[in-house]
DNA sequence: CGCAAAAACCGTACTGGGTATGATTTTGTA
DNA sequence: TACAAAATCATACCCAGTACGGTTTTTGCG
């Protein structure tokens, strides 16, 4: 009859208790130095059952990091460009913060940031967001040959910098609120240099 | 007395047998169902020592692939913007084409092709890249804040783009001809809207 | 040449991520 | 209560990569 389980949440318990005790285990020893057979037998489960829920020990840090900047752009109001869209999107994370519990994201951020693995994986999942992206932009402008993908590489490209340079500011000991309020201005910049090209407002240098 | 040599003569030959070796069994029955043992035993070493030459199982494949952006805006002309001079370098390169023998290259393209690991690793590759890149571009244009990584990252993917179109146009049984022709203009096109900006030359759609 | 030191090489055994198998327990439902 | 589906498990296995300790090859030099 579908009750919509209970078996359902204990799996979603299980799930979140290896999830945490996983992160727990690399912020306290490193992430090269705890071996999934700990993470499973502290979290009470054997190794195939961890699998079972992740795919992979990378996985069980960078779960659901993956963004979908393709639906924002399949989504976007009539008449609205594809790039002021995102722009649009991204105006909007940055002006709201992060509304994940900023204590884990921040274990999580030096987590990743201190494995060579974790930010190996990282660049994957960028990857793929712009394959989907490209895709968006090539059924959104056809006929445009490689400028599309050319798109799609330079938004997703600017947009992980942006992330990355939030992310270090934060591991730095920056309080969240002023690396908001950087980022904001940043969102803004980034998206003037992807329309109008890198060769406005240089000045100074040549 | 240093006589340059026989030893380093040897071990050069080693090498490349380690390689060719590796390069031809992938070819025949794909990336993951060749193991390093077979390969060592059929080059005639042992594990121990194929991983001396090679520091994992992809960099059998990827030995030697990177690129070097950031030399190239380093040692640019006085009085050259650095965009100018990376558009001059791969210029340069559309125009003589590839140097290396096509089939061994092809061959190369289109096991990378068909193994996820290996893409990862080719875009483990371009990370390194941007990070230097960004590192030489703000040496050249200090005090700009976030500018020249957001270039950095714009321009490598840029790059990693065209050259994906590329491998699979030849991939696809393009002549080295006609993609090389294809790949001259898309470089002129590529610079033009990384200093334009993507707003430029839309035109059609909105 | 002969010989010692360095460097390359190798066999073996190990670690750790990930999978296959087949048995066992838990849980929703009749 | 009974039964089928789903979850869990112990075990054994595969493969990339490393540690160890020993053997062969190369080289420089007397």
């Given at each position: 009859m579908m009750m919509a389980g209970l078996r359902e949440r204990k799996k979603e318990q299980t799930r979140q208790r290896i999830a945490e005790t996983a992160l727990r285990l690399f912020a306290e020893h490193g992430y090269d130095a705890v071996t999934v057979n700990e993470i499973a037998e502290a979290a009470g489960v054997a190794k195939v059952t961890l699998f079972a829920y992740f795919p992979s020990k990378e996985s069980l840090v960078l779960d659901q990091i993956k963004d979908d900047y393709a639906a924002v752009v399949r989504n976007r109001p009539e008449g609205m460009p594809p790039l002021g869209a995102l722009r649009e999107h991204f105006r909007g994370i940055a002006r709201r913060g992060v509304e994940a519990p900023v204590e884990t994201l921040l274990t999580r951020v030096q987590v990743i940031a201190s494995s060579p693995a974790l930010l190996s994986g990282v660049s994957q999942t960028?990857?793929?967001?712009?394959?989907?992206?490209?895709?968006?932009?090539e059924a959104a402008m056809p006929d445009a040959g490689v400028v599309p993908r050319l798109m799609a590489a330079q938004i997703t490209a600017v947009i992980t910098t942006?992330?990355?340079t939030f992310f270090q500011r934060l591991v730095k000991g920056e309080s969240l609120e002023k690396a908001v309020r950087l980022l904001e201005d940043e969102v803004e910049l980034a998206?003037?240099?992807l329309e109008r090209g890198l060769s406005w407002q240089e000045g100074t240098d040549s």
């Open positions: 960028n990857m793929s967001e712009r394959e989907e992206l490209a895709a968006a932009l942006l992330q990355e998206f003037d240099l």
